[in-house]
């Protein structure tokens, strides 16, 4: 039993304070996009300090070795701002977010752990270096060593089972005279399976490629790249381009991927590899991200400057045949949303979700570009998905929480920074040297 009670003062002043910033934060926002930013007064200050958030965690601590992890988040919101210290000493990124189903999440965990979350609060930990899930949610892809198995479903019967690519495949031969330790794959930092398993995207550090029942083909880099990026060489000097900021994804069809880094313009190409558009980076400079809506009916493309960033929305039977050199505008990229630059994204009832630089998951109606609602969670926003009934959301993000978010609740929080009325269910929490909290 956890004697609550030693702790009352606290958790009052706690709650207290909390409450009182989420509101006048929220009350600050609301004025600032109806009335404008210039009429929205000065922004709120956070009253709660480091050494508050020490002791607050310290409680946290205790109550899920005392296994009274429950009782928790009715006592303690959550919070982001005072634990900013303490994250940058601890914090355990988690990335990759997929539902399997409306009660169980896949994530990766720091660098090369993947867990199982559920939102009653257990985990465990998964048998695999990576994993992805598909868009209907029916096979999983999980890294075995140096290949990649897809099943049906978690743990279901095993669909296909591809090598990975050595990572020296479809270099251009000025390519070929590199160092061979300079050609390999790299950390695999995602994996999504297409339609019935036949075949797997993988974003690794050195491209995105397709597996499937023939030869890895890598998509991105693509020849023109390679070629535009070997035109800065010295005499007698050979390097490989940089591949920050690299993306990819699959659209729902299977038939499409959108990839890019940040010296690249946006480019789609079809799983044969042909590059089916090229265009952009549009009102900003480097491609960070891209997306697709489950009805094939958008695509959406991030890029950004510093932690800003620009969003431009395609409608899909207008994609095929994009080209434009970088920064010119074109009638059938529109703008989705500006401002924040993107790290992930989802899909809810029309709307693209975007997971930010700077906490915020923000839902822009795809047809509109209106701004639907905001949810803050806290730090880097790095996964993001919604559950296949739409009642729930997952947030990760790099401070090492992971939220369930009950997107059907009727009254907002007032402990939750936000325009919507949605309610964080249960929050992890993975810190170094600290075993898994509930909150």
């Known amino acids: 039993m956890f004697d609550w009670s030693s702790h009352a003062a606290l958790e009052e002043r706690w709650r207290s304070l909390t409450g009182q910033y989420v509101g006048d934060l929220n009350a600050y926002v609301k004025r600032g996009e109806e009335e404008g930013w210039d009429n929205a007064g000065n922004e709120p200050t956070d009253q709660r300090d480091e050494a508050l958030g020490r002791q607050v965690i310290e409680v946290v601590r205790a109550a899920n070795e005392a296994g009274a992890w429950k009782e928790l988040r009715e006592r303690y919101p959550t919070a982001h701002a005072p634990l900013i210290p303490l994250l940058e000493e601890k914090a355990i990124g988690i990335s990759n977010a997929f539902f399997l189903d409306d009660d169980r ?81 790299g950390r695999v930092e ?20 397709v597996l499937s029942g023939r030869d890895p083909k890598r998509i991105f880099p693509d020849e023109a790249f390679f070629a535009d990026q070997a035109e800065d060489w010295e005499e007698g000097e050979a390097y490989l381009p940089n591949l920050s900021m690299l993306h990819g994804e699959v659209s729902p069809d299977g038939k499409l991927i959108a990839a890019g880094s940040q010296d690249s313009q946006h480019v789609v190409a079809k799983r044969s590899g042909e590059v089916v558009a090229r265009f952009g980076p549009i009102w900003s400079e480097y491609p960070h991200h891209a997306g697709f809506s489950p009805d094939n009916k958008w695509a959406f493309f991030n890029s950004c400057h510093f932690y800003n960033g620009e969003s431009v929305k395609v409608r899909r039977r207008h994609l095929e045949g994009l080209f434009a050199d970088g920064y010119e505008e074109h009638d059938h990229a529109e703008s989705l949303s500006s ?41 880097t926003v790095n996964g993001v998905d919604v559950s296949p009934s739409g009642q729930r959301m997952v947030v990760s993000t790099y401070a090492g929480f992971l939220s369930f978010v009950d997107l059907a609740a009727e009254t907002p929080d007032p402990f939750v920074i936000g325009t919507g009325s949605h309610r964080e269910m249960i929050r992890f929490v993975r810190w170094r040297d600290e075993p898994l909290w509930r909150w």
């Open 105 to 185: 999440v896949v994530a990766h965990v720091g660098g090369f752990e993947v867990r199982l979350f559920h939102v009653d609060g257990s985990s465990e930990v998964l048998d695999t270096q990576a994993a992805g899930v598909s868009w209907d949610r029916a096979h999983v892809a999980m890294l075995k060593e140096d290949a990649v198995v897809v099943t049906e479903g978690l743990g279901g019967a095993e669909v296909s089972r591809f090598d990975l690519p050595k990572g020296n495949e479809g270099l251009p031969e000025a390519y070929t005279a590199l160092d061979p330790e300079e050609l390999g794959l």
């Open 339 to 379: 401002g924040p630059r993107v790290y992930c994204s989802a899909w809810h009832e029309g709307a693209f979700l975007l997971g930010t630089s700077p906490g915020y998951v923000i839902a822009v109606d795809a047809e509109t570009s209106a701004l639907r609602f905001r949810h803050f969670v806290g730090s």
């Open 190 to 209: 995602r994996l999504r399976p297409f339609r019935k398993g036949k075949a797997v995207l993988v974003v690794a550090e050195s491209g995105v490629w």
